[in-house]
T-cell receptor, first 114, second 118 residues
Framework: GQQVMQIPQYQHVQEGEDFTTYCNSS?????IQWYKQRPGGHPVFLIQ?????EVKKQKRLTFQFGEAKKNSSLHITATQTTDVGTYFC??????????????FGKGTKLSVKP | SQTIHQWPATLVQPVGSPLSLECTVE??????LYWYRQAAGRGLQLLFY??????ISSEVPQNLSASRPQDRQFILSSKKLLLSDSGFYLC?????????????????FGPGTRLTVL
């Protein structure tokens, strides 16, 4: 079946270093969304990308959607301890009958050493 | 503004006992509603979703069931809990589609219920 895969599963960085997580879908996606879950918390929506090759920025976070709309990345510049958490990508399933549900990747857990 | 409530926040239940988790949304109408389960340190597993009252779609066969008795109320139930039912249960909502077409909008998650089955 359709899969949304994320790498790496875990990433440990020193504060101030950059961080990137990658998301790959087995099928073309109409859009891709990114969420952040702080330790002990619930996922919070960050952004949605819709267009092929789209790039969006939120302060130190840069999100990209691949030209083929099958992959995406989230890059954080100069990580801070507030960036700690698990980052999930999610995309709509491509099977018939889906009604707004998303397929989530397994997430990349980021830890930042001060 | 819209808010989503889940209760209880934590729950410890013996194996074989029943379960009822409730989720309510305020400030919107006809939302899509979702139940997810997250095992410790793992990803999100979609259990059920609903696009309207009485309409439930199941993603994973299990001993859980869901109901939507009112537009903004979503309930997750089990008649007999298993050890493997332990986890973090998250309810979420999103804006529904229009004109019969699905809408893959951002999802807003509730605070979750941490369930431990002993």
């Amino acid at each position: 079946g359709q899969q949304v895969m994320q790498i790496p599963q875990y990433q440990h960085v020193q504060e101030g270093e950059d961080f990137t997580t990658y998301c790959n879908s087995s099928t073309t996606l109409s859009n891709i969304q990114w969420y952040k879950q702080r330790p002990g918390g619930h996922p919070v929506f960050l952004i949605q990308l819709v267009k092929s090759g789209e790039v969006k920025k939120q302060k130190r976070l840069t999100f990209q959607f691949g030209e083929a709309k099958k992959n995406s990345s989230l890059h954080i510049t100069a990580t801070q301890t507030t960036d700690v958490g698990t980052y999930f990508c999610a995309g709509p399933p491509n099977y018939g009958g889906s009604q707004g549900n998303l397929i989530f990747g397994k997430g990349t857990k980021l830890s930042v050493k001060p | 503004s819209q808010t989503i409530h889940q209760w209880p926040a934590t729950l410890v239940q013996p194996v074989g006992s029943p379960l009822s988790l409730e989720c309510t949304v305020e400030g919107t109408s006809n939302p899509n509603l979702y139940w997810y389960r997250q095992a410790a340190g793992r990803g999100l597993q979609l259990l059920f979703y609903s696009v309207g009252i009485g309409q439930i779609s199941s993603e994973v066969p299990q001993n859980l069931s869901a109901s939507r008795p009112q537009d903004r109320q979503f309930i997750l139930s089990s008649k007999k809990l298993l050890l493997s039912d332990s986890g973090f249960y998250l309810c979420a909502w999103s804006e529904g589609g229009r004109g019969g077409r699905p809408a893959y909008n951002e999802q807003f998650f509730g605070p979750g219920t941490r369930l431990t089955v002993l």
